[in-house]
């Protein structure tokens, strides 16, 4: 089979894959089958098959993405495609029609009706192909046969046609060949690669083939002319570079010859039915132009082809009408409209959409349904048709009418074409997602708005994955840790925010049941790394992030403590301080009582020793010891004197120059020079 016979088989499931190949394989078809989404795009990038068996539920990318894929791309666009399912859900079926699936086949499947299905979807295509080679040709005959009926010059007509031809036959030259009623000579009076030849003379001696064609008023073609058998009397006298296929299609006016359509290609080519069909009325249309007769009947016989094609399209039609049924009893609405936009046909679905009977919706075009202020997208959406690009999942608003008030509805529209053979229609699937709108500008609104506080917080808001990977980072996480949002997310993971070991053990700490519960973490202190190897005081609050019961990554709000701690250093340090002073006040205490408690037995020493000394002679030795105990008690004294002046107990004269503490004005709280009592 050549390569557009080939049936793609996308199906992860190995014993699936199996099965269809085998199964495939029995009925005749040559199959290739691959097993990812992504293995079929990139298979499809340069490959068309022709037919593809698509399973929906697969790894990323599924089935739903294949075939939107398929479908946007003008190569694949037109390639049959049978889904594969195993669900049983309708809305799956319907949503695979909705994206451009041709069919579908539930599984488990008999093999027999998958052959089947797949033999269908290839008739059908060959007959859409078909019918639109025909429309083709019939345009480019009408085109051709127009040309040829004109007043203009005959030359420049027939120039015109000739290249035309063999654009259309892929070929290097066609010429027109005239000949004389002895046909000895023949006249080149037209050429496709030479717009200024005129009337070039032609021994046809040298050309068996043309006087072939012209003696049986066959068709001849000669795929290679270096193993036909027609050029063995010449093939010594070819040139090396000439050409190697011909067609040659005889030009005959009441089944007489007057000359031949010669086409030529340099590389061995088959010419395809419908191109020398093409050719042959081409040739036939030339000799009645040439002959300036049955003109008229000629453009009948386009026409005719018109209405046998036109005719084929409404059979296929009517072989299609069973799908009515489905469309009918769609979920979705479903409107076909004319290139012009009239709506040609609605189901009930679309009816209750829209609040319009079958009726009405007849006599409407889409347009007159849409609120004007979306003109602009349906001008976009006629623009995309044009270029042959049918969107899918389109919002548009219409005006649903009531009796005492108009509303808006917002309806998601899938476009796809149909009908291309009978002048192209397009298929409209839709759905009512007003309030799957409101919900999501609803959700929009409060997602901006929590992004908004999490930007605006003073604190470090930071979210991770199951993995780690960060995904969030706020404005007051740049600043403190000095990394750009950009530079952290998707690219680093939390543990890269702490000391090493402190994020796996944080992690313990969240899913413990100690400070918080399972999955919390409430005012926890610990330390993070900034961008440049600092390590900054935190106070965290973590948790989990739970999606139906599991978790599915965590989040973390960091307060810096930087501002706390230097608070809490310099409490520390006034502390101390105070410790330190009133350790020193204590000493004083201390001192001031011990002078206290010496300032009565000093008082007495030298009371007696100055009594001793004035009653005693000089020259006796109790003198000499009063004098010494006088000494003792006086340097006593003194120090009691310094202590009290450390401690700011007064002192007064007592006997001679010594001065002891005054304890009635150390006492006394009145002079502003001596210690308060209080």
């Not at 001849?220 to 299609?249: G, M, T």
């Not at 001008?379 to 270029?387: I, K, P």
Request: glycine share 6%.
């Amino acid at each position: 089979m050549a390569q557009g016979d080939t049936v793609l088989v996308v199906d992860d499931d190995a014993i699936s894959r199996s099965v269809l190949t085998r199964a495939l394989q029995s009925g005749g078809f040559e199959t290739e089958v691959l097993s990812s989404g992504a293995a079929a795009l990139s298979w499809l990038a340069e490959n068309t098959p022709a037919v593809i068996l698509l399973d929906l539920v697969m790894p990323p990318p599924d089935g739903y993405v294949i075939l939107r894929a398929i479908r946007r791309d003008r190569r694949t666009a037109e390639v049959p495609v049978v889904v594969l399912t195993a669900l049983d859900r309708d809305e799956e079926v319907a949503r695979a029609f909705e994206l451009g699936a041709d069919d579908f086949i539930r599984k488990p499947f008999r093999p027999v009706e998958l052959i089947a299905r797949v033999r269908s979807q290839i008739r059908m295509r060959e007959y859409v192909v078909a019918l639109a080679r025909k429309e083709h040709d019939a345009k480019v005959v009408l085109e051709l046969t127009q040309a040829l009926s004109s007043a203009l010059d005959i030359r420049n007509i027939l120039f015109t046609v000739v290249r035309r031809i063999a654009e259309v036959a892929r070929v290097d030259r066609c010429s027109i060949i005239l000949v004389h009623d002895k046909g000895d000579v023949g006249y080149v009076v037209a050429s496709s690669d030479d717009k200024d030849l005129r009337d070039l003379p032609l021994d046809l001696s040298r050309y068996p083939e043309i006087q072939n064609v012209l003696a049986t008023g066959q068709v001849l073609v000669i795929e290679d002319a270096r193993s036909s058998p027609v050029f063995d009397l010449i093939r010594a006298s070819l040139p090396p570079d000439a050409f190697r296929s011909v067609a040659i299609l005889p030009i005959l006016f009441e089944d007489k010859p007057m000359g031949v359509l010669f086409l030529r290609g340099r590389r061995p080519v088959a010419l395809r039915e419908h191109e020398l069909s093409l050719a042959r009325t081409v040739a036939s249309a030339t000799a009645i132009a040439l002959r300036n007769a049955r003109i008229l009947q000629s453009l009948r016989d386009q026409t005719q082809q018109i209405n046998v094609a036109r005719f084929e399209a409404e059979r296929r039609l009517a072989a299609l009408q069973p799908y009515a049924d489905f469309f009918h009893s769609a979920a979705d609405g479903i409107v076909v409209i004319d290139p012009d936009g009239r709506i040609l046909f609605s189901n009930s679905r679309a009816q209750a959409i829209t609040n319009r009977s079958d009726a009405e919706l007849a006599s409407m075009t889409l347009a007159s349904l849409i609120d004007p202020r979306d003109y602009d997208r349906v001008e976009e959406l006629r623009a995309c048709f044009g270029r042959g690009d049918f969107p899918h999942m389109v919002d548009l608003t219409i005006q649903r009418t009531h009796e005492a008030y108009c509303e808006r509805r917002v309806l998601s529209c899938s476009f796809s074409s149909v009908l291309r053979e009978d002048g192209g229609a397009i298929l409209v699937s839709f759905h009512d997602v007003t309030s799957e709108r409101a919900t999501e500008a609803e959700l929009t609104k409060t997602k901006e708005f929590l992004e908004r506080v999490i930007e605006s917080s003073v604190d470090a808001i930071v979210s991770a994955d199951m993995n780690g990977l960060l995904l969030l980072f706020n404005r007051a996480a740049e600043r403190i840790f000095g990394y750009e949002a950009r530079e952290v997310v998707g690219t680093k993971t939390i543990r890269d925010l702490y000391p090493e070991g402190n994020g796996s053990h944080i992690m313990d700490l969240i899913r413990s049941e100690e400070h918080g519960g399972p999955g919390r973490l409430e005012g926890y202190r610990t330390e993070v790394l900034a961008k440049d190897g600092t390590r900054i005081p935190m106070m965290l609050s973590a948790a989990l992030i739970l999606e139906g019961g599991a978790p599915t990554g965590s989040v973390g709000i960091f307060t810096d403590l930087r501002d706390l701690v230097h608070m809490e250093t310099q409490l520390t340090a006034a502390q101390e301080e105070l410790r330190h002073r009133e350790k020193q006040a204590l000493i004083a205490e201390l001192a001031g009582a011990a002078a206290h408690e010496l300032n009565q037995p000093l008082t007495s020493v030298l009371g007696y020793a100055e009594m001793i000394l004035r009653r005693v002679d000089a020259s006796s030795p109790a003198c000499a010891a009063a004098q010494t105990i006088r000494g003792e008690a006086e340097r006593m004294a003194e120090i009691v004197r310094k202590i009290g002046k450390i401690t700011r107990y007064e002192t007064k004269s007592y006997v001679g120059s010594a001065r002891i503490i005054d304890l009635d004005r150390s006492s006394d709280g009145s002079d502003g020079s001596g210690r308060s009592s209080g």
